[in-house]
């Protein structure tokens, strides 16, 4: 479990795990003796955009090896065979859900049996909506790895990883991945690229609740940007982004 900040390294990371899955294909003489679909590694991120984008990146870098990339999303289906020969699946949790509770319901576990490496990327949505899903595969899989029937297997020997730049428990995390006490590493602002100014400005409270409060805080963002970038009664107007907590919000506020 890594917990850093955006543009630390952490995918860098996730390359890393991956390297060492692949590393059991090296032969002694430094050839590499590829098994495609022997070991596979499954990345899991929340949008269907970063699966594509690191899709086509990890095709373009790892392709060079004869290592096998499928992006499997609900706009992608791939065939049994196509997933059995792949060594490195992109997808998301609703569609691992939904493959592996298949294989679950038939008394089967087809090629889940040859996953040996599971990364979740942004997996602080564990405490959003979807999060029950990711939560269910990674039970599904810590039940898989511990049966009896895997013994051989690649999956009887699962590794998981996670990362995340926002996650505010990463202890929990480990914890329920089961991470050992060295496999917890939390990363502060110290190691971010580019250094940012925090600063916490207050409003009144609204007393017709915390969502009408919320839903009031759009009126203020342009108060603050502002008091950000007119300096010497000039506007200094640089690029922004301004984060909300729903998308009806965020078509608010840009209004």
Request: aromatic share 6%; proline share 5%; net charge positive.
């Amino acid at each position: 479990m890594v917990a850093a900040p955006t543009a630390s390294g952490k995918t860098g990371l996730v390359e890393l795990a991956m390297c060492r899955n692949l590393s059991r294909y090296v032969a002694p003489d430094g050839g590499f003796e590829h098994q495609p679909g022997a070991s596979k590694t499954v990345y899991v991120a929340p949008m269907k955009a970063l699966v594509q984008e690191k899709s086509k990146a990890w095709s373009e870098r790892f392709g060079k090896l004869g290592v096998r990339v499928l992006e499997m999303t609900g706009d992608s289906d791939a065939a049994t065979q196509e997933i059995r020969a792949a060594d490195l699946i992109l997808t998301t949790p609703e569609k691992l859900d939904s493959v592996t509770r298949k294989h679950r319901e038939r008394g089967t576990v087809g090629w889940v049996g040859d996953i040996s490496l599971v990364v979740m990327d942004e997996v602080h949505i564990l405490g959003e909506r979807r999060g029950s899903v990711l939560e269910a595969v990674v039970g599904r899989l810590l039940m898989l790895r511990a049966s009896g029937a895997m013994r051989g297997l690649p999956l009887s020997g699962l590794r998981l990883g996670a990362v995340s730049a926002t996650v505010p428990n990463a202890a929990d995390v480990a914890g329920w991945l089961r991470c050992p006490p060295d496999g917890l590493r939390v990363y502060g602002e110290e190691m971010r690229p580019v250094p940012l100014q925090v600063r916490v400005q207050s409003f009144p409270e609204d007393k017709r609740g915390d969502f009408m409060f919320e839903r009031s805080l759009a009126r203020h963002v342009v108060g603050v940007l502002e008091g950000q970038y007119r300096v010497g009664g000039r506007w200094q107007w640089k690029p922004t982004l301004v984060f909300c907590s729903s998308r009806k919000g965020c078509s608010d506020t840009a209004r």
